[in-house]
């Protein structure tokens, strides 16, 4: 599974990589905003996206609505702070398979992971 995390923090990148379940993910690549999200996904590095909301650049918003765009066969499933039910509604329109407040444990990665599918 080529797994891409994206956050601006390079703290919570790691709390997602921590998070995940033992051998999960075969590459993992990870992105500081939107803009290079896309460039990794572009370049193949991306079956299940783990996506922050607020970055500089490009925010999770604008990256969710450029991959529904080009109808970009990937999971991604949303990591965030805003866990207002307008933001948590809106990434799902998007296409987001799941939402996770942050900060991530294992167990919420299980179970959005199981939620998806993907275990």
Do not use: C, W, Y
């Amino acid at each position: 599974m080529k797994v891409l995390i994206v956050d601006d923090s390079s703290m919570s990148r790691k709390l997602v990589l921590k998070a995940l379940p033992e051998g999960f993910a075969t590459q993992i690549t990870q992105a500081a905003n939107g803009a290079e999200a896309l460039d990794a996904f572009h370049d193949g590095l991306a079956e299940v996206i783990f996506l922050d909301l607020t970055m500089p650049v490009m925010d999770g918003f604008n990256t969710l609505e450029a991959l529904k765009k080009e109808d970009a066969n990937a999971i991604v499933i949303v990591i965030s702070a805003d866990i207002q039910p307008l933001a948590q509604e809106r990434v799902r329109s998007l296409g987001a398979a799941a939402f996770v407040k942050k900060p991530i444990t294992p167990e919420a990665m299980e179970k959005a992971l199981f939620d998806v599918g993907l275990i």
